[in-house]
């Protein structure tokens, strides 16, 4: 009865605040493998939650409890930032743009991508709020192939989403990231797009909360940039 007593009292000594909340991170479906991969080295619990930026930052505005966020464009941190999120910011990488199709494609089709996309589908993230969507779409205009392609456009929530629907054969063709296409044996790689063709593709990275301060130096340091330039990232820091 006594060592039942001490137990309880033990139990209730320890304070709420000892059995931590894991790190939670918000980042681009794009950074999925790398980023995993970073973290397996960090020295504490890490929740890592993968989608569409657009989608994310209207998640933490509404409140949703994230510690670091990493966005696949500048437009959406910006935002937050004007919602009054005033957390430290730094660009951390770069990428670039990637017109894929599925490896079940012949020769012929594969040859005029666009002309098989008109006929069959073409997969883009959401040209209005996710950025490879938007960057896709930029590109396209400046290629004067948009008008002729619109109406073929399949749009979807994420990079990786675009990657899975050509990979299964959904659609023909896509446009992806470079490092996305680089993970994948199912994909062929067609054309690299010009980055002229698109506005700068960056990847910022906001510090939400004091917890995540060594999440965001470890992010930064040469360790994590030999992991990003292994996935086929181009690291800001190194320009």
């Known amino acids: 009865m006594r060592r039942a007593l001490c137990l309880v009292c033990l139990l209730i000594s320890v304070p709420f605040g000892a059995i931590a909340d894991p790190l939670v991170i918000f980042a681009a479906a794009s950074l999925r493998g790398a980023l995993d991969e970073i973290v397996r080295g960090y020295d504490g619990d890490v929740a890592v939650s993968y989608?569409?930026?657009?989608?994310?930052?209207?998640?933490?505005?509404?409140?949703?409890?994230?510690?670091?966020?990493?966005?696949?464009?500048?437009?959406?941190?910006?935002?937050?930032?004007?919602?009054?999120?005033?957390?430290?910011?730094?660009?951390?990488?770069?990428?670039?743009?990637?017109?894929?199709?599925?490896?079940?494609?012949?020769?012929?089709?594969?040859?005029?991508?666009?002309?098989?996309?008109?006929?069959?589908?073409?997969?883009?993230?959401?040209?209005?709020?996710?950025?490879?969507?938007?960057?896709?779409?930029?590109?396209?205009?400046?290629?004067?192939?948009?008008?002729?392609?619109?109406g073929s456009v399949i749009e979807f929530p994420s990079a990786s989403a675009v990657l899975r629907a050509v990979e299964l054969g959904e659609v023909p063709a896509g446009v992806v990231y470079v490092t996305d296409a680089q993970q994948s044996q199912r994909v062929a790689h067609v054309d690299i797009l010009d980055d002229s063709t698109h506005d700068a593709i960056t990847y910022p990275m906001m510090l939400l909360s004091p917890t995540a301060e060594p999440m965001f130096a470890l992010l930064q340091s040469e360790t994590a940039a030999d992991v990003f330039r292994r996935y086929g990232f181009v690291v800001v820091a190194d320009r």
Do not use: C, H, K
């Open 51 to 150: 989608g569409g930026s657009g989608a994310m930052a209207q998640q933490i505005a509404r409140g949703a409890p994230a510690d670091l966020y990493l966005s696949a464009n500048v437009a959406w941190v910006d935002w937050l930032q004007e919602q009054g999120e005033d957390g430290a910011r730094v660009d951390l990488l770069s990428n670039r743009l990637v017109l894929i199709t599925n490896q079940g494609l012949d020769s012929a089709e594969r040859g005029d991508v666009f002309a098989a996309a008109r006929r069959s589908g073409l997969a883009l993230g959401q040209t209005l709020s996710v950025p490879v969507g938007i960057y896709a779409r930029q590109s396209l205009e400046a290629l004067d192939e948009w008008d002729s392609l619109r």
